[in-house]
């Protein structure tokens, strides 16, 4: 009987042994759980939310850059598409100008932010490409077909013949266009876009529209 008593504790002993053991693994593994669900969000989500907007801005920041004064060699490095590129007539002097229109992917050309530009022709460089000076800008915001920008020839009435314009319209998808927004002349002397008032009863062609597509 007394051996039986001695052995009772001490099995009483081990077990309560055992059971304090299971709770501290147990309360290791909660521990752990979290650090290593941490872990794998940091592996799928290498970059903070931050950095992510940070990086996004230097995305969009390269059509705020001021582009006047550099040449279309300076703006090879910015990486951008462009949408439209159009030489302009010019009867008054030997100078070569053109209207470009820039955007940082292919979609954004008609929905989205794009920067219209006014160059210079220079020289010509490698493998027979055309270097530019960049004049004059704008930044606007495409829509199509709501919101469209292209650059034409008109003759206004107070005028003897032809001039560049850049307009802002709706394309109709017709050969007169309906809807002018905006108009600005392309004022190749002083090299500038010039915002002027629409004409009553402007009529434009469709520098868009093409029969048979």
Not at 15 to 39: C, M, V, W, Y
Not at 118 to 126: A, D, I, N, R, S
Not at 163 to 186: F, G, Q, S, T, V
């Amino acid at each position: 009987m007394n051996k039986f008593f001695i052995v009772l504790p001490f099995l009483s002993f081990i077990f309560l042994g055992f059971h304090h053991q299971d709770q501290g693994e147990s309360k290791n593994a909660t521990a752990i759980s979290p650090l290593a669900i941490r872990l794998s969000e940091t592996e799928i989500f290498p970059f903070s939310a931050t950095e992510m907007d940070s990086t996004k801005g230097a995305q969009e920041d390269r059509l705020d850059r001021v582009f006047v004064g550099k040449t279309t060699q300076e703006l090879n490095q910015y990486n951008l598409h462009t949408c439209l590129g159009s030489m302009l007539e010019d009867q008054s002097g030997n100078d070569k100008y053109a209207m470009a229109i820039f955007s940082l992917n292919r979609d954004n050309c008609q929905h989205g932010k794009n920067k219209i530009v006014l160059e210079k022709f220079l020289h010509y460089y490698e493998q027979g490409k055309a270097n530019f000076v960049i004049r004059d800008e704008l930044i606007v915001i495409s829509d199509y077909p709501k919101r469209c920008y292209s650059n034409v020839r008109l003759k206004l009435d107070h005028q003897k013949q032809e001039r560049n314009y850049l307009i802002e319209y709706e394309d109709n998808a017709k050969p007169m266009l309906e809807k002018i927004h905006k108009l600005w002349e392309i004022d190749l002397e002083k090299e500038k876009f010039k915002e002027i008032a629409l004409p009553k009863n402007l009529q434009c062609y469709n520098p868009d529209y093409a029969e048979g597509i």
